[in-house]
């Protein structure tokens, strides 16, 4: 069963940057879209960025400007990265990453998911 395996998690303060990083534990082919969401505690997942085939990039509103989303085409292992740069504490979320292999975007509709990486954000 392939895996996404999400890491670079942590406590950081307010202001603060991390990057989160997410590799498949084998190559999975024919994959279009990679993404991350984010579930807060007591709240549901929500969608916070992606990036398509044609290295296209999308955000969500609260994350624009501050999170940038990117991924390595030059290894096998479908790696994609979200750089997370002024964080705030409502920032604070376990971070999932996903992939699907449709080019037609549909977030319910996710093929992979990872276990997620818990993101602190201290005031």
């Known amino acids: 069963q392939v895996q996404l395996v999400e890491s670079g998690g942590g406590l950081v303060q307010a202001g603060g940057s991390l990057r989160l990083s997410c590799a498949a534990s084998e190559r999975i082919f024919g994959i279009n879209t990679m993404a991350w969401f984010r579930q807060a505690p007591g709240k549901e997942r929500e969608f916070v960025a992606r990036?398509?085939?044609?290295?296209?990039?999308?955000?969500a509103d609260s994350v624009k400007g501050r999170f940038t989303i990117s991924r390595d085409n030059t290894n096998t292992k479908n790696t994609v990265y979200l750089q997370m740069n002024s964080l705030k504490p409502e920032d604070t979320a376990v971070y999932y990453c996903?992939?699907?292999?449709?080019?037609?975007?549909?977030?319910?509709?996710?093929?992979?998911w990872g276990k997620g990486t818990l993101v602190t954000v201290s005031s």
């Open positions: 996903a992939a699907r292999r449709s080019r037609i975007w549909n977030p319910n509709a996710m093929d992979y």
């Open positions: 990036v398509n085939w044609s290295d296209s990039t999308y955000y």
